[in-house]
Nanobody, 125 residues
């Protein structure tokens, strides 16, 4: 079983930055693909970024490409999401997710077996 705990959310002005962290418990983190998703009120959960188990492949939603960076530290069982040049439309709850398969990182919500509780990001204009 994997437990995921996100942190780092908050209130920031447009153009600002935040770094989200997700700490995983369990012995499989270093072999799990990891991802960030987000969900705004009244909207479906959407893909943000994903990273392969060894960090060798990353993929991003078009809406965040060039502004967000996903990374991981397997020694710390932690995956990060560096968010720069934030926009009001980035406001959402951000969720960390883990996938036991080790191929190309999935971009689908149902491709991930384990989820954190989420951390709120609010960007003011």
């Amino acid at each position: 079983q994997v437990q995921l705990v996100e942190s780092g959310g908050g209130l920031v002005q447009a153009g600002g930055s935040l770094r989200l962290s997700c700490v995983a418990s369990g012995s499989t983190f270093s072999s799990d693909n990891m991802a960030w998703f987000r969900q705004a009120p009244g909207k479906e959960r959407e893909f943000v970024a994903a990273i392969r188990w060894n960090g060798g492949i990353t993929t991003y939603a078009d809406s965040v490409k060039g502004r967000f960076t996903i990374s991981r530290d397997n020694a710390k069982n932690t995956v990060y999401l560096q968010m720069n040049n934030l926009k009001p439309e980035d406001t959402a709850s951000y969720y960390c997710a883990a996938d036991r398969q080790r191929g190309v990182p999935d971009r689908r919500v149902n491709g991930y077996e384990f989820w954190g509780q989420g951390t709120q990001v609010t960007v003011s204009s």
